[in-house]
């Protein structure tokens, strides 16, 4: 089955500064990427989705890259604000895993004002 | 519009009491179906999924069950807690559209087995 692995487990960043989180994934027919914040107690909410026939997609501050061959993709978030602080979560999904979402560890984002 | 409800909000069991779970769905019809769990500062665990009434997939050998009595209610379970089984469990939909895609979450279970 897809196993999902996220890095870094931790990352502080100063406001302003841009942030990277890196996820791979095992199952080659994974073909939908989706990224998702949880703020303290709360529920994942989605921030931005990419499928595999997408390399970079981007909306305002956030973008995420995909790169198949190397089975991995990256979320990149620009001008960090405090607000961006949360857990942030990737995830895969495809045909072979019977659509179901697989989600990475999760990285805890912290931006120093 | 979808909405998705999931309670108690918190749940505080003894060790060896039974557990149920419930989550329903509104707004749209065979939804795919999750219970994930997300132990302290951890990731979001996979345990059930259901692309049906009565299609229940166990993704991890453990103390719990699922079942899907109806098209839009999906029930987690336990006969008898652990203290492992302590935890935040979340049940989320997807739609049905013959590909992949995102998962919606309630607003989580909160359960400590004391």
């Known amino acids: 089955g897809e196993n999902v692995e996220q890095h870094p487990s931790t990352l502080s960043v100063q406001e302003g500064d841009s942030a990277v989180i890196k996820c791979t994934y095992s199952d080659s027919a994974s073909n939908y990427f989706p990224w998702y914040k949880q703020e303290l107690g709360k529920r994942p909410q989605l921030i931005i989705d990419?499928?595999?026939?997408?390399g970079e997609k981007k909306d305002q501050r956030i973008a995420v890259t995909l790169n198949k061959t190397a089975k991995h993709f990256s979320l990149h978030i620009t001008e960090t604000q405090p607000e961006d602080s949360a857990v942030y979560f990737c995830a895969a999904s495809g045909k072979d895993s019977s659509y179901k979402l697989i989600f990475g560890s999760g990285t805890r984002l912290l931006v120093r004002p | 519009s979808q909405t998705i409800h999931q309670w108690p909000a918190t749940l505080v069991q003894p060790v060896g009491s039974p557990l149920s779970l419930e989550c329903t769905v509104e707004?749209?019809?065979?939804?795919?179906l999750y219970w994930y769990r997300q132990a302290a500062g951890r990731g979001l665990q996979l345990l059930f999924y259901s692309v049906g009434i009565g299609q229940i997939s166990s993704e991890v050998p453990q103390n719990l069950s699922a079942s899907r009595p109806q098209d839009r209610q999906f029930i987690l379970s336990s006969k008898k807690l652990l203290l492992s089984d302590s935890g935040f469990y979340l049940c989320a939909w997807g739609r049905d559209r013959g590909t992949a895609t995102e998962a919606f979450f309630g607003q989580g279970t909160r359960l400590t087995v004391v």
């Open positions: 707004g749209t019809s065979n939804p795919n």
């Open positions: 990419i499928r595999s026939n997408v």
